[in-house]
């Protein structure tokens, strides 16, 4: 339970994080609330040898609005995110989302970012930007670009950020009908991970744990979009998914879960709106 | 008014919520000055022979003091010799570990029994050098075909224990062939029913620290009881009088901390070895690895009777794993086979018990150990029974109880009840949780086919505390000259509240008020002779003590107090609400404590006693579970909790109600989430606490507590024990409450954990059962 020894640097400004990165290479790792990172490493499953902290960059956290979409920066803690009065109004899938993240404490070290980029399928907050259509910006050496949510998750822990490229922003858009939407997280205890959830906005559905990514439910979303009852849609919501099996539930009840709580989050969203 | 009874605030808890426990990884004593970092190389198999071990690397790295194997214990004495296994010998009375063939090593020696089996401990300057140089130390293992459940145990395909021939180590009980007993019923119900492995998870780990010079070993433990743990230690070849074992603050215990485990004896043996001073606090991952867990049985049932509801015959079946070692050998499954008729007056009963070795950790106690799985099972079989036959579960609870005119009691498996009042406990709980009201709603919910139904889970249940009445407590009472009182009692708290249950005794018997006294527990320089906490028996015994001790000083004061009044012994009398000795009819005069220990020999008045009980006391109640279970997802929402438990005349409301909470939480925690889990390989996949899902604060709901006591005739303060009543009570009515939420549905049994996964499957097999029936009715 304790991690092996690492050199820890502290950056005091992104593209100080992003050079020391560049200097340090493959034996790097950006630490961010720690919450995923620090786990692993005193389960002595991941072992980087130098920890760049990202603790101290008032810089990347911040939540904006920006007419189209609102804007928030990669440190933004997931209780910033909860209690965010811009969101609330215009995202509050969002907001309410990051407030399902585990417990307070959690939420107070753990960043959306982090979140993001650590690529973990069983997360809330990525399946909640997927279905909101976010895009990412990272900076890497070589410059800024942006990654749409839907290209973004590549497999099991792995993202579309290349190594040293730090995640500065994700940008969401505000949606049609902000109150469209529903979060269904179904757990054993009220701080466990999610056995299977879903993220519904409008008619964009993105599925927790129901594969090596986070997922949109394209065969539900398909059949509503050609005027699919709730019911039937929903039938459809375990299609193409790729969910495992392991002690908390099989692959089989994974798909059932996917099945009850699309058409609830889909009756829930509708009602709302 | 005496104090008793009354509801008095927990004198430890400023101590502990504010300036912090002292618990052993906190101590500064001096002679714990440069203390050595214990960590344990585990193993990381569940079956292997070990064919070496290389320490060379880990002895390189900063900070390694030494690196020790079994190797390296050449000044231990040697072990008694194993001789031959006898399958048929008597089971050995008390909980003691098998020993001969079945020995358990302290470090391995040559094979490997379990993932996380100590093979090597290192010591370092640091914790963090322990870690990383332990990671260091290379273990050859020949990996040997694992025994990871019970089913492998019996199919024998491997033995832990070739010498042995058999991985079947103790079996017990009565002949449970004679089918005839359930000749003449018209409802019988068989089935098998899981009572699941568990882990106890105390807040605080196990830990220990040790320091041996001029002769004398010391060993601060966190430990349920201080003199036992010294005997236990005599392991390393010392007398226990050169041993001292002191218990600082202990953060729980549940069982898994009666005594001290082999780590600790490592521990001790190293500080002796190396002449250094070592601390080992185990991590919240080897906890979950390697302190013992509880329950681990698989039992089969069989009941019968009329159709009324009349219970004429049970039968139970018990198999226990008891883990990698016989620690307890048969003493779990025989408590359960000893409870298997609860609360209930059954004409036949049969029962009987087989322990199995198994690749898992060992299995000790754990708050009720094999009560709890007696309780569990009967209260499972009577629900089914009365599910079979169409019957109000509380109806045929009613039917079957003991009658209040029966006790003493003794039950066909030999239990000898002491005093219970059954139905009424039941009936409070019915009443309080409006039991009527409860079944219109669930018959409305049915009747309207709502997702959500609602489930309503009776628990009827008595359980045995004090076991081992006979050994007793010891107590000893100092009244000082400047009037305070120094209680040094046998008994060993560890979160229970002893010192203000026992401060409270002083300030009933003596008037010395509770401020005035001071509870000292576990350091055997103080107090050689106790026997410690487990079994519930800290206040019956502990108590007990400490009244007679008391009652004795007060004697001896009386005397004093008359010579100094000079006045007849009788006409002396102790006022116990102001603390004041007076002579009767003489208002005028009065001496305090102070003035009367002052004139004692050596100004202290004391008295030492031992208190033993004839038998064990047989606390009971009953307990309502009130659950809604969406069947659409199986998951489980427990909504209200209602108990009455009866453990005699309440001592302290407050301590009371804190024992029931914990064990009803733990009680409800075995039903719908706790389970250690291994694979086919051994191989542990419950290790940390994101996979063992421990119940928490937002699971539960307020418990409603109600009343009842029942004295028994046993010890003068008429109690019995409280510790593990809650856990033993609220196990079935939980699971009965999620079963009997779908009962209507054709599901009978569910076995623990109630995850959703479970019952959503009950629920769509026994759809796809009506459904066959139907269609082949057709
Ligand atoms: C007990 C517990 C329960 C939890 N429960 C939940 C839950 O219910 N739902 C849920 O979704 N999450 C849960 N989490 C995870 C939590 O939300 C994490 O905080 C989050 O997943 C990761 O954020 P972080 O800031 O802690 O990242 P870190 O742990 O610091 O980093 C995670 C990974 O991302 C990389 N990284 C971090 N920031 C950046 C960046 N800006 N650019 C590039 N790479 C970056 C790191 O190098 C690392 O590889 C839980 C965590 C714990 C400890």
């Not at chain 2, 025994?147 to 024998?156: C, R, T, Y």
Request: net charge negative; aromatic share 6%.
């Amino acid at each position: 339970m304790i991690p092996p020894a690492f050199t820890y640097r502290r950056a005091s400004s992104a593209d100080e994080a992003i050079a020391l990165a560049a200097e340090y290479g493959d034996d790097a790792k950006y630490l961010a609330g720690g919450h995923s990172l620090l786990p692993l490493m005193k389960l002595r499953f991941a072992a980087p040898s130098v920890l760049i902290d990202l603790g101290r960059l008032p810089e990347l956290s911040y939540i904006r609005d920006e007419r189209t979409y609102v804007a928030i920066g990669a440190l933004t803690r997931h209780h910033d995110v909860q209690h965010s009065p811009v969101l609330a109004a215009q995202i509050p899938l969002l907001a309410h989302t990051a407030g399902r993240v585990g417990d307070p404490q959690i939420r107070h070290r753990g960043t959306i970012g982090g979140s993001v980029a650590h690529g973990d399928a069983a997360s809330d907050l990525p399946a909640a930007l997927l279905a909101l259509d976010a895009t990412f910006v990272a900076r890497g050496p070589s410059g800024t670009r942006s990654v749409q949510a839907a290209g973004f998750f590549k497999g099991i822990f792995e993202t579309d950020l290349e190594p040293g490229e730090l995640l500065t922003e994700i940008q969401v858009p505000k949606p049609a009908v902000p109150a469209a939407w529903s979060f269904q997280k179904f757990t054993k205890r009220a701080i466990d991970w999610a056995i299977v959830g879903v993220a519904v906005q409008g008619h964009a559905i993105a599925l927790i744990n129901m594969g090596t990514t986070p997922l949109r439910a394209t065969a539900a979303e398909a059949a509503l979009a050609s005027g699919a009852s709730i019911a039937d849609a929903a039938a459809l919501a375990a299609e193409g998914t790729s969910a495992g099996s392991d002690i908390h539930a099989t692959k089989a009840f994974r798909e059932h879960l996917a099945r009850v709580l699309v058409k609830r989050a889909l009756e829930e969203a509708g009602a709302r709106s | 008014m005496s104090i008793l009874g009354t509801r008095v605030i927990r004198t430890e808890d400023p101590r502990l919520l504010t300036a912090g426990g002292i618990y052993v990884d906190d101590l500064r004593e001096p002679e714990l000055d440069g203390a050595a970092r214990a960590t344990f190389v585990r193993s990381t198999v569940a079956h292997a022979l070990i064919t070496g071990i290389d320490t060379s690397a880990a002895l390189e790295q900063p900070g390694v003091i030494a690196v020790l194997t079994a190797a390296d214990m050449t000044d231990l004495p040697p072990p008694p010799p194993a001789g031959e296994f006898d399958p048929d010998a008597p089971a050995v009375e008390g909980p003691l570990p098998l020993g001969g063939v079945w020995s358990e090593p302290l470090l391995a020696v040559d094979r490997v029994r379990f993932v996380g089996e100590p093979v090597a401990i290192v010591l370092t300057d640091s914790t963090y050098q322990g870690e990383d140089a332990a990671e260091l130390v290379s273990v050859d293992y020949e990996q040997l075909p694992a025994v990871p459940s019970i089913e492998a145990a019996l199919a024998a395909g491997s033995l832990l224990f070739p010498d042995a021939g058999t991985n079947v180590c103790q079996k017990g009980g009565q002949d449970t062939s004679d089918e005839s007993i359930f000749d003449g019923c018209e409802v019988v119900v068989e089935g098998d029913i899981v009572n699941q492995r568990v882990a106890c998870l105390p807040m605080e780990g196990r830990s220990t620290a040790a320091a041996f010079s001029g002769g004398k070993l010391t060993v601060w433990a966190s430990t349920q009881n201080a003199q036992l743990s010294r005997l236990i230690l005599t392991a390393i070849g010392l007398p226990p009088d050169a041993i001292r074992v002191v218990a600082p603050d202990v953060g729980g215990g549940f069982g898994a901390k009666i005594g001290v485990d082999r780590e600790s004896i490592i521990v001790a043996w190293a500080a002796k070895h190396t002449g250094r001073p070592v601390r080992w606090v185990e991590t919240r991952n080897e906890n979950l690895l390697a302190m013992t867990q509880g329950r681990a049985q698989e039992l089969h049932i069989k009941i019968g009777g009329s159709r009324d509801g009349h219970i004429k015959a049970y039968r139970l079946n018990v198999l226990q794993d008891t883990g990698a070692y016989a620690r307890m050998s048969g003493f779990l499954p025989s408590l359960t086979v000893l409870m298997a008729p609860g609360v209930y007056d059954i004409p036949a009963v049969q029962a009987d018990y087989k322990v199995v070795v198994t690749d898992g950790t060992p299995i000790a106690a754990y708050r009720g150990a094999g009560r709890p799985e007696a309780a569990a099972t009967i209260e499972r079989a009577v629900d089914w029974f009365a599910a079979e036959a169409g019957l109000d579960p509380a109806r045929v609870r009613k039917l079957n109880f003991i009658k209040p005119g029966q006790f003493p009691f003794v039950t066909k498996t030999g239990a000898p009840y002491d005093s219970g009042e059954y139905e009424a406990a039941l009936d409070k709980v019915l009443a309080k949780a409006g039991y009527e009201e409860l079944r219109a709603e669930q018959r409305r919910r049915r009747e309207a086919g709502a997702a959500r139904q609602l489930g309503i889970g009776l628990a009827s249940y008595v359980e045995v505390t004090a076991g081992d009445a006979g050994a007793g407590e010891t107590c000893k009472i100092d009244v000082h000259s400047d009037g305070t009182a120094t209680v040094y009692t046998g008994s060993s708290a560890h979160g229970q509240g002893h010192h203000t249950a026992f401060a409270m005794l002083v300030q009933a018997e003596l008037g010395i008020p509770m401020d005035k006294v001071e509870v000292i527990h576990g350091d055997t320089d103080l107090i050689p002779d106790g026997v410690g906490t487990y079994a519930s028996r800290s206040l019956q015994l502990g108590g007990s003590a400490v009244q007679k001790a008391a009652l004795e000083v007060k004697d001896e004061a009386a005397r004093q107090a008359a010579a100094l009044f000079e006045a007849a012994e009788a006409d002396v009398v102790l006022d116990a609400d102001t603390g004041l000795w007076q002579v009767r009819g003489d208002p005028d005069k009065s001496l305090t404590w102070a003035q009367v220990a002052s004139e004692a020999e050596g100004g202290t008045l004391m008295a030492n006693v031992r208190f033993t009980q004839a038998m064990p006391t047989f606390p009971f109640g009953s307990q309502l579970s009130l659950v809604e279970v969406d069947t659409e997802t199986g998951k489980v929402t427990l909504l209200r909790h209602v108990t009455c438990d009866d453990a005699g005349p309440v001592l302290n409301p407050v301590l009371m109600e804190g024992q029931r909470h914990g064990g009803i939480a733990q009680g409800a925690a075995q039903a719908l989430c706790e389970e250690v889990l291994y694979d086919a390989d051994g191989n542990p996949l419950t290790s940390t606490l994101a996979d063992y899902g421990a119940i928490t604060a937002a699971e539960l709901p307020s418990f409603e507590l109600v009343t009842s006591e029942t004295p028994t005739h046993l010890n003068p303060l008429g109690v019995k024990g409280i510790g593990e009543a809650g856990t033993i009570g609220a196990t079935p009515a939980v699971q009965n409450a999620v079963i009997d939420a779908v009962s209507h549905l054709g599901v009978r049994h569910i076995d623990m954990p109630l995850t959703p996964e479970r019952v959503w499957t009950a629920i769509q097999s026994a759809g796809l059962r009506r459904h066959v029936r139907e269609a082949s009715a057709k």
